[in-house]
């Protein structure tokens, strides 16, 4: 943990982060053009891991926006944001949800589509 000038705690450190400070962050292509924000993590409890970030795309209000469980290890933190090698166009196509359509209990099919979409090894091997 980081001690402030102050004495005081600055947060858990360089390798640890609180998920609260993941929503909102911005997610970019590897050109750096916004492809959307981080509006929730998705944890695999029974192996203490995130195995996914939900990345929240378009919309106004709750209205139109896209949402895609984008597995942890396809995104590569830069600064304050983060990249996922995926431009928009093939994000179009990238398996997606909206808020009131959770994948709450999926296959494992799903798990190996949305993971092989964005070439990612699977969390769980």
């Known amino acids: 943990?980081?001690?402030?000038?102050?004495?005081v705690a600055e947060g858990p450190g360089p390798r640890l982060s609180a998920a609260t400070s993941f929503y909102a962050r911005v997610v970019?292509?590897?050109?750096?053009?916004?492809?959307?924000?981080?509006?929730?993590?998705?944890?695999?409890?029974?192996?203490?891991?995130?195995?996914y970030a939900v990345l929240s795309t378009g919309g106004f209000m709750g209205m139109g926006e896209r949402m895609f469980a984008v597995?942890?290890?396809?995104?590569?933190?830069?600064?304050?944001?983060?990249?996922?090698?995926?431009k928009r166009a093939e994000l179009e196509t990238a398996p997606t949800f909206d808020?009131?359509?959770?994948?709450?209990?999926p296959g494992s099919w799903w798990h190996e589509r949305v993971h092989a979409y964005y070439h990612s090894r699977p969390y769980w091997k």
């Open 99 to 105: 808020r009131d359509h959770w994948p709450m209990t």
């Open 71 to 86: 597995p942890w290890r396809a995104l590569r933190p830069v600064g304050q944001q983060f990249v996922l090698d995926c």
């Open 1 to 7: 943990m980081e001690i402030g000038s102050a004495g």
């Open 28 to 51: 970019v292509d590897s050109d750096g053009d916004v492809l959307g924000s981080i509006s929730d993590l998705i944890l695999d409890l029974e192996r203490g891991c995130v195995a």
